[in-house]
């Protein structure tokens, strides 16, 4: 029985000597074999899965909740900006009307100012052709009074009664002046007004220090205290030395 044993185990160990590299080979072979393909699933990867897919339904249940409301605000925000955008246009076309009734007032009011200018010069013209038409008419009196005095013949009238008649109409010709504002311009001390008086003849004279009227020889006249027509005088001024 030794003997036998001796034997099979010298055998075994020859054999063994005689084949590494199959034993090698071998256990490569059982290595790869270990190595799960790159998509091949175990049925336990499997459970687990369909477990963790189970368990994720009822996030996905409340990720649908909240896109219903987002999608509630989101209908929510466009009507609001439906009715905002509504609003809008209303003020817009209330603006407009606006416009339209500011429009039609500016162009009534501009026709309406053209009307008034035109109107206005209209006037300034018959004023200006017009205006003395009082004054025009107060001296048509006067002038009959010349053609009276006129018509009068020597005969019927001396020299007296003929200045006296003069000095009438000259009398009704200044009150009707003074009656419009006219005033003749007096000469007080005889002192010369280059603004009142118009020198139009000078003589020089050792008895005077400064310019003064000597004569008159037209008068001049005011009105409403402008002048109206200079005094024309003759002066007298200092002599040079």
């Known amino acids: 029985m030794t003997a036998v044993k001796d034997k099979k185990k010298a055998e075994t160990e020859e054999k063994a000597e005689k084949e590494p590299e199959a034993g090698v080979?071998?256990?490569?072979?059982?290595?790869?074999?270990?190595?799960p393909p790159i998509f091949e699933v175990s049925e336990q990867e499997e459970i687990e899965y369909l477990n963790q897919k189970g368990k994720e339904k009822p996030e996905v249940c409340g990720t649908e909740g909240e896109?219903?409301?987002t999608e509630a605000g989101q209908e929510d925000l466009v009507n609001r900006l439906k009715s905002d955008l509504e609003q809008r246009e209303e003020e817009i076309l209330q603006l407009k009307n606006q416009i339209e009734e500011f429009k039609d007032r500016l162009l009534r009011n501009l026709a309406e100012l053209e009307n008034i200018r035109k109107r206005t010069e209209r006037e300034k013209e018959e004023y200006y052709q017009y205006a003395l038409s009082d004054l025009l008419k107060e001296l048509l009196s006067i002038l009959d009074n010349f053609e009276r005095a006129l018509k009068t013949s020597e005969e019927e009238t001396n020299g007296k009664t003929f200045r006296e008649g003069v000095e009438l109409i000259y009398r009704l010709m200044l009150n009707l002046l003074r009656k419009y504002g006219v005033q003749p311009i007096e000469i007080q001390d005889r002192k010369f007004d280059p603004a009142l008086h118009h020198a139009v003849m000078s003589e020089e004279s050792e008895e005077v220090t400064e310019p003064e009227v000597k004569e008159e020889l037209q008068k001049g006249y005011l009105i409403h205290n402008r002048l109206l027509r200079p005094s024309m005088v003759k002066v007298v001024v200092p002599k040079k030395n």
């Open 25 to 35: 080979k071998v256990k490569e072979q059982k290595e790869e074999a270990e190595i």
């Open 67 to 69: 896109s219903s409301s």
